[in-house]
């Protein structure tokens, strides 16, 4: 028949070909066959594994040039369609163009003048699909090509099913020949509406002038349906989305119409509440995290914690409730804190380069925040199951906030400056739930009559946004902060321990004699001792016994930093020891120890 007839004469101009003429070949030969593409004689994907196969099996040494040469012959071809012996195309009178924007189609009639299907100009067509329907191509950061639809500037992903349904009304209103059914049911369905194939002419979006990178550390621009709100220190302004040169994502727009309300709403009372003395640096927090803008210098975590740090769950203090606000904002992504590991290969896999916030909830016990420095200082690299990694740039990847109940181990000054503290108040918790106080759900519950709390809360949001603009981020005060950080690290059983050992003497004994200043201890024995008081005393010892050696030494380590003491290694024959000792009680007797000589084994101090 036609098609294998088309097929076979291609694949022997690859497989015939002579020494020296293989290029021309390919050229041809998926020229040729692109033609009875075009007439709809041939399934593009079929021509092309035709064509590949021969190219394999003739052989080549660059087979990427190749195959770039046979998509490009099969592209070119279709767009002169070579129909099979017996076809006849009749202009059908009923159809009168209306403008240029018609001559990219056209009908295929049988020769008894029935109706068989349509063709089309591939360049014209994709020219018609930017000019009148803003459609183009974006490249992703993984290398990605989708097929997206610019309205405005703000950027839709668009589906075979999507693009038809946009596509739909203009065949229907055209013909009753040239209806949507007709598209449907074509064999050339796939290639007309295929964002990898029968659109890979598109051009990308960019080429419009429009720029992603739009924003600046001095204002922020918020997105809702009715007009566009640029926020700054001096204040603010509405702009029109017709007058707006940048490119969003549609995840990123705040989907409801902006309605001014000066009224104080819910949600700036709740943050009132929770926030106590700190609600300038709550709203401050709030107003980073609006921000879209990132400076490598100043790029934090916003950490939200209970005023009383503690082992055991503190669950409807309000904590998580203040910076879930931020997704009727902001394209938002939400992890489980209590999975989080630092070994983990997909951390964060369902991050995209439309995120702009990461809340990380409930973060565990021992989490380090150098799990995620790299995330506050550079690039993402996300690795996601079963497909490749790509990088979203600093610039383009999203802020991180979190909560907790425990406090944070920290790599010195460094680290103090990448985190941004919020504690909440005990105003909320088992004896007031939020809800109760104000009598429904926040957020979810303003539909009806309390529809205005958006209205309200938009205007709490800006106003955040401006103080943030204006002041930067304002440092909450915290009282007794280390002493809860250490408390909450260490565990209350295990500071008791070594608190009352150093004071009876058993562990390392200060007194007269100055030789024993300072005594040597096996962290295996250590960690005995500790379980031996946990005993002696009916405590539970569970969770401590399951904590490796290494663990329990962290504590230890820990320890001597809040309480101003050094650890020092020492080594006898196959042996280690450690040398726990006060460095100010040191000095004092330091004049009174007579040391022997080097190399002898001694309990004095080095």
């Given at each position: 028949?036609?098609?294998?007839?088309?097929?076979?004469?291609?694949?022997?101009?690859?497989?015939?070909?002579?020494?020296?003429?293989?290029?021309?070949?390919?050229?041809?030969?998926?020229?040729?066959?692109?033609?009875?593409?075009?007439?709809?004689?041939?399934?593009?994907?079929?021509?092309?594994?035709?064509l590949m196969d021969a190219v394999h099996q003739k052989g080549t040494k660059e087979p990427e040039k190749a195959e770039a040469t046979i998509r490009s012959g099969l592209n070119k071809g279709k767009d002169?369609p070579i129909d099979p012996p017996g076809t006849i195309k009749l202009p059908n009178p009923n159809i009168i163009p209306q403008s240029n924007q018609q001559t990219w189609w056209r009908l295929l009639f049988?020769?008894?003048?029935?109706?068989?299907?349509?063709?089309?100009?591939?360049?014209?067509?994709?020219?018609?699909?930017?000019?009148?329907?803003?459609?183009?191509?974006?490249?992703?950061?993984?290398?990605?090509?989708?097929?997206?639809?610019?309205?405005?500037?703000?950027?839709?992903?668009?589906?075979?099913?999507?693009?038809?349904?946009?596509?739909?009304?203009?065949?229907?209103?055209?013909?009753?020949?040239?209806?949507?059914?007709?598209?449907?049911?074509?064999?050339?369905?796939?290639?007309?509406?295929?964002?990898?194939?029968?659109?890979?002419?598109?051009?990308?979006?960019?080429?419009?002038?429009?720029?992603?990178?739009?924003?600046?550390?001095?204002?922020?621009?918020?997105?809702?349906?009715?007009?566009?709100?640029?926020?700054?220190?001096?204040?603010?302004?509405?702009?029109?989305?017709?007058?707006?040169?940048?490119?969003?994502?549609?995840?990123?727009?705040?989907?409801?119409?902006?309605?001014?309300?000066?009224?104080?709403?819910?949600?700036?009372?709740?943050?009132?509440?929770?926030?106590?003395?700190?609600?300038?640096?709550?709203?401050?927090?709030?107003?980073?995290?609006?921000?879209?803008?990132?400076?490598?210098?100043?790029?934090?975590?916003?950490?939200?914690?209970?005023?009383?740090?503690?082992?055991?769950?503190?669950?409807?203090?309000?904590?998580?409730?203040?910076?879930?606000?931020?997704?009727?904002?902001?394209?938002?992504?939400?992890?489980?804190?209590?999975?989080?590991?630092?070994?983990?290969?997909?951390?964060?896999?369902?991050?995209?380069?439309?995120?702009?916030?990461?809340?990380?909830?409930?973060?565990?016990?021992?989490?380090?925040?150098?799990?995620?420095?790299?995330?506050?200082?550079?690039?993402?690299?996300?690795?996601?199951?079963?497909?490749?990694?790509?990088?979203?740039?600093?610039?383009?990847?999203?802020?991180?906030?979190?909560?907790?109940?425990?406090?944070?181990?920290?790599?010195?000054?460094?680290?103090?400056?990448?985190?941004?503290?919020?504690?909440?108040?005990?105003?909320?918790?088992?004896?007031?739930?939020?809800?109760?106080?104000?009598?429904?759900?926040?957020?979810?519950?303003?539909?009806?009559?309390?529809?205005?709390?958006?209205?309200?809360?938009?205007?709490?949001?800006?106003?955040?946004?401006?103080?943030?603009?204006?002041?930067?981020?304002?440092?909450?005060?915290?009282?007794?902060?280390?002493?809860?950080?250490?408390?909450?690290?260490?565990?209350?059983?295990?500071?008791?321990?070594?608190?009352?050992?150093?004071?009876?003497?058993?562990?390392?004994?200060?007194?007269?004699?100055?030789?024993?200043?300072?005594?040597?201890?096996?962290?295996?024995?250590?960690?005995?001792?500790?379980?031996?008081?946990?005993?002696?005393?009916?405590?539970?010892?569970?969770?401590?016994?399951?904590?490796?050696?290494?663990?329990?030494?962290?504590?230890?380590?820990?320890?001597?930093?809040?309480?101003?003491?050094?650890?020092?290694?020492?080594?006898?024959?196959?042996?280690?020891?450690?040398?726990?000792?006060?460095?100010?009680?040191?000095?004092?007797?330091?004049?009174?120890?007579?040391?022997?000589?080097?190399?002898?084994?001694?309990?004095?101090?080095?």
């Open positions: 028949n036609a098609k294998e007839q088309a097929i076979s004469t291609a694949v022997n101009l690859i497989l015939e070909a002579p020494e020296g003429e293989m290029h021309k070949s390919r050229v041809n030969a998926s020229f040729l066959l692109g033609g009875h593409v075009g007439a709809g004689t041939v399934e593009m994907m079929e021509a092309y594994n035709a002169k049988n020769q008894k003048g029935e109706l068989k299907g349509f063709d089309y100009s591939v360049k014209k067509y994709i020219t018609w699909l930017s000019d009148e329907y803003g459609i183009y191509r974006h490249t992703m950061p993984n290398g990605e090509r989708v097929v997206v639809r610019c309205v405005d500037g703000v950027l839709t992903e668009l589906t075979k099913d999507s693009l038809f349904d946009i596509l739909k009304p203009y065949f229907d209103s055209q013909h009753d020949e040239l209806s949507s059914d007709i598209i449907l049911s074509s064999t050339r369905k796939r290639e007309f509406l295929d964002p990898i194939g029968g659109l890979v002419g598109l051009a990308e979006v960019e080429s419009t002038g429009r720029k992603w990178d739009f924003r600046d550390r001095h204002s922020e621009y918020l997105f809702f349906q009715n007009l566009i709100i640029q926020v700054s220190a001096t204040g603010k302004k509405s702009i029109k989305y017709k007058n707006f040169k940048g490119l969003i994502w549609d995840s990123q727009m705040i989907h409801r119409d902006f309605k001014l309300d000066e009224t104080e709403g819910e949600f700036q009372k709740f943050v009132k509440r929770v926030a106590g003395d700190g609600y300038d640096s709550f709203r401050t927090g709030l107003g980073y995290l609006m921000h879209s803008y990132k400076d490598p210098s100043d790029t934090v975590f916003v950490l939200v914690h209970d005023q009383n740090l503690t082992d055991k769950a503190q669950g409807g203090t309000g904590k998580s409730l203040t910076l879930k606000v931020l997704k009727y904002y902001k394209s938002f992504n939400t992890a489980d804190g209590q999975i989080i590991r630092s070994d983990d290969r997909f951390i964060f896999e369902d991050v995209s380069e439309e995120t702009q916030v990461l809340f990380i909830d409930d973060l565990h016990r021992g989490f380090v925040l150098k799990i995620i420095y790299n995330k506050l200082t550079g690039d993402w690299e996300i690795n996601r199951k079963g497909r490749s990694k790509f990088t979203i740039p600093f610039e383009g990847s999203p802020k991180l906030c979190g909560t907790t109940n425990y406090s944070i181990k920290k790599n010195g000054n460094s680290d103090d400056r990448r985190l941004f503290r919020l504690e909440v108040t005990q105003h909320y918790g088992a004896h007031l739930k939020v809800n109760d106080d104000f009598g429904h759900n926040l957020y979810t519950d303003w539909v009806g009559d309390l529809e205005c709390e958006w209205n309200r809360c938009d205007k709490f949001m800006i106003d955040c946004l401006a103080l943030y603009l204006e002041k930067g981020m304002i440092p909450q005060q915290f009282v007794a902060l280390r002493e809860k950080e250490f408390m909450t690290e260490c565990g209350e059983e295990f500071i008791a321990f070594m608190d009352s050992h150093i004071e009876t003497g058993e562990l390392i004994t200060i007194i007269n004699q100055p030789k024993e200043l300072i005594r040597r201890h096996q962290k295996t024995l250590l960690r005995k001792a500790f379980i031996q008081y946990l005993w002696d005393n009916s405590l539970d010892d569970r969770y401590y016994k399951n904590i490796t050696v290494v663990k329990f030494w962290d504590r230890v380590e820990s320890w001597c930093e809040y309480r101003d003491f050094t650890i020092d290694e020492h080594r006898s024959g196959v042996n280690r020891y450690y040398r726990i000792y006060n460095e100010e009680k040191f000095r004092e007797f330091h004049s009174n120890i007579e040391f022997k000589g080097a190399g002898e084994e001694t309990d004095t101090p080095f």
